[in-house]
């Protein structure tokens, strides 16, 4: 079965500094890999999708993600972080293709705090 | 952009009563799922519908809950006789394909058993 870790539950950087948010998978088959952003009292909503085209992927707000097979990774970046990007953002795998579950299993979640 | 919608936004109950979780597909998809998130843990899945019947469901979806489209838009979860341990946000979400492109999460409902 596929599952997914997100390490850290609680990331916290300066305005301005990088974001970094990790996110591995286990997958025994190609997965489309997910990253959904959660503002308090909202829903989930997509920031950027791998379905196996580009392994780097643009999203919205400026994050991006790299898939890597080899590492099993698909970690969230931004080059500048901004108050409005405090969240928390979750990484899902979904198994594509055959008879396999075309549902999303979510990782923990990590909330980003982000300091003036 | 086009929108999941759920409602209500809110809902408390007492405990043993029915509840029924509404949620309005984006038109043209195909695909709806039913998530929940207990406050302070990872959102779950629930259950996924086809073609108007249940394609997967979780360990979680077990006798008490139901869902069933009444009338070809709205999208509904029943639970039976709530339980304490209910109570979270339930998230409904549609997807035009089996979701490679991406699913659509309403804004959620926030379920309190009392």
């Known amino acids: 079965a596929q599952s997914v870790t997100q390490l850290g539950s609680h990331v916290s950087v300066s305005e301005g500094a990088l974001v970094l948010l990790r996110c591995n998978y286990s997958s025994s088959v190609p997965p489309y890999l997910f990253w959904y952003v959660q503002y308090p009292n909202q829903g989930l909503q997509l920031l950027l999708k791998?379905?196996?085209?580009?392994?780097l992927v643009k999203g919205i707000n400026g994050f991006e993600a790299e898939f890597k097979k080899s590492e099993t990774s698909f970690h969230l970046t931004k080059p500048s972080a901004h108050m409005s990007d405090a969240a928390e953002y979750f990484c899902?795998?979904?198994?594509?293709?055959?008879?396999?579950?075309?549902?999303?299993?979510f990782g923990g979640g990590t909330r980003l705090m982000v300091k003036p | 952009e086009p929108e999941v919608t759920q409602t209500p936004s809110h809902q408390v109950t007492q405990m043993g009563q029915e509840v029924i979780l509404r949620c309005v597909p984006i038109s043209n998809h195909l695909y709806f799922y039913w998530y929940r998130q207990i406050l302070g843990q990872k959102v779950e899945f629930l259950v996924s519908f086809y073609n108007n019947e249940i394609s997967e469901k979780s360990e979680i979806f077990d006798d008490q809950f139901s869902v069933e489209r009444p009338d070809g838009s709205n999208f509904t979860l029943k639970i039976r006789s709530t339980k304490l341990e209910d109570s979270a946000m339930y998230f409904c979400a549609t997807a035009g394909d089996r979701g490679g492109y991406g699913y659509t999460f309403g804004s959620g409902t926030r379920l309190t058993v009392v």
């Open positions: 791998y379905t196996s085209a580009a392994t």
């Open positions: 899902a795998v979904r198994v594509s293709g055959g008879n396999a579950g075309n549902m999303l299993t």
